[in-house]
């Protein structure tokens, strides 16, 4: 049988390959797919198959219920910081999942505070200072974000939650799209499902034009954020620091920087884009931001990294790579000499190169695993109690 599905998507960054990969596999499967998005996302989710429904509304709302209410989706799938569209199938009785591009980003119990960038507790000090800031946290985000919610919420007749996460909480399943083996253990809801990565490479990349650089040295893949964090700065500090090496270096800047921007050393190349699997089976290391969707990439190709978190969950991200002895963090404001030591370290010490194959092997298994469709296609083998809610609604009034 085949379904009809919602799919409410946020953000213009490394959130979305994963995410429309999800939408891919769904069409491919036969099922009919409408995208909620920016019109800027239109060439993007046109290459999936899917239709796209571009939003106007902030927030998703009233763009999500109109839809729900002219062409009856089965299901909801939003973004995790889609809550608009949450609401409205809420709102509309209608089940929603949520996607997560990345490692679970909300409190859990035994897990360090999200976006502080702690490794796991280690004793009761760890455990005391986790329940602080934890605390703190949690404080911060309700304050940035519960009033408005509970506001939208008002407007379709809901009661108002406790905290902002409460609305994420609400969905039937939330889809993790990474391997549990990457993030630290910890006690998650009962709707928590990791499904594993999504490998897809942007959609803009596919037509890029690129040659890998000739010679025998090691190749180093550079690549920071897809999105404007700041880093032309620093993606030169990176490849002031790569001339220095007998490497041979591709900096891909992506939509955000000007690669006229960055002055590259003769060893190294600097594109705005290609396609990063490809450059992956030819590479040695990958220096990255460590956006969730690169990290992933370059383990599954059994590469270790050097990483200069940037921002957002990056600083989490880090954690479990070091956790995993995967690769060597350094601040964003590194010096060359300092990028240009961790990177011959990390060329010279099989160890990171077996922390990333362990981390590969799991990573790949789950990606082509059958576990994200598992949970968004009912089968007599995993049934799902939510298409039962639905379907009887929808054959009594068509």
């Known amino acids: 049988m085949k379904y009809s599905y919602l799919v409410a998507l946020t953000g213009s960054g490394g959130t979305v390959p994963p995410e429309l990969g999800v939408v891919r596999r769904l069409v491919d499967r036969g ?26 509304g902030a927030g998703f709302a009233r763009d999500t219920v109109a839809e729900i209410d002219g062409e009856r989706p089965d299901l909801v799938l939003a973004s995790y910081f889609a809550f608009g569209a949450m609401v409205a199938a809420q709102a509309r009785e209608l089940p929603f999942m949520v996607l997560i591009p990345g490692i679970y980003p909300l409190p859990v119990e035994g897990g360090p505070p999200p976006g502080t960038g702690f490794g796991r507790a280690d004793g009761p000090v760890g455990r ?44 039937h399943r939330q889809l993790v799209l990474s391997s549990a083996a990457f993030d630290f253990p910890a006690q998650r809801p009962d709707g928590v499902r990791c499904v594993g990565p999504i490998l897809d490479d942007p959609f803009w990349t596919r037509d890029a034009e690129w040659a890998l650089p000739e010679g025998g040295d090691p190749l180093v893949l550079v690549s ?14 990176i490849a002031d620091a790569l001339g220095r090496l007998p490497v041979r270096a591709i900096v891909t800047t992506g939509p955000a920087v000007d690669p006229a921007d960055i002055t590259a050393p003769v060893n190294v190349q600097v594109l705005a ?15 990255t931001h ?33 956790a995993h002895r995967a690769g060597i963090t350094l601040s964003r404001t590194a010096s060359p000499q300092q990028i240009t030591t961790a990177v011959r ?17 799991v990573l790949r298994r789950d990606a ?12 007599p083998d995993h049934p799902d109690p939510v298409f039962e809610r639905i379907f009887p609604v929808r054959e009594m009034e068509s």
């Open 290 to 322: 460590g956006g969730h969707g690169t990290l992933v990439k370059a383990f599954a190709a059994d590469l270790p990294v050097v990483l200069l978190p940037h921002g957002r969950d990056h600083a989490d991200n880090a954690a479990r790579v070091r």
């Open 31 to 56: 099922h009919r797919v409408t995208v909620l998005a920016e019109e800027s996302l239109a060439a993007e989710v046109t290459a999936t198959g899917a239709r796209l429904r571009s939003r106007a």
């Open 345 to 361: 370290r990390v060329l010279r010490t099989p160890a990171y190169y077996r922390a990333a194959a362990e981390l590969g092997r």
């Open 224 to 237: 920071l954020s897809t999105t404007a964090q700041r880093q032309s700065e620093c993606l030169q500090r």
């Open 273 to 287: 884009a290609a396609p990063h699997q490809e450059l992956m089976r030819h590479a040695s290391l990958v220096i």
């Open 368 to 379: 082509m695993s059958d576990l994200l469709m598992n949970e968004l296609e009912p089968s």
């Open 128 to 171: 005391w200072r986790d329940r602080v800031v934890g605390s703190m946290v949690q404080r911060r985000w309700d304050q940035e974000l519960l009033p408005q919610l509970n506001a939208l919420r008002a407007d379709f007749g809901l009661e108002r939650l406790a905290h902002y996460q409460d609305q994420v909480q609400l969905a």
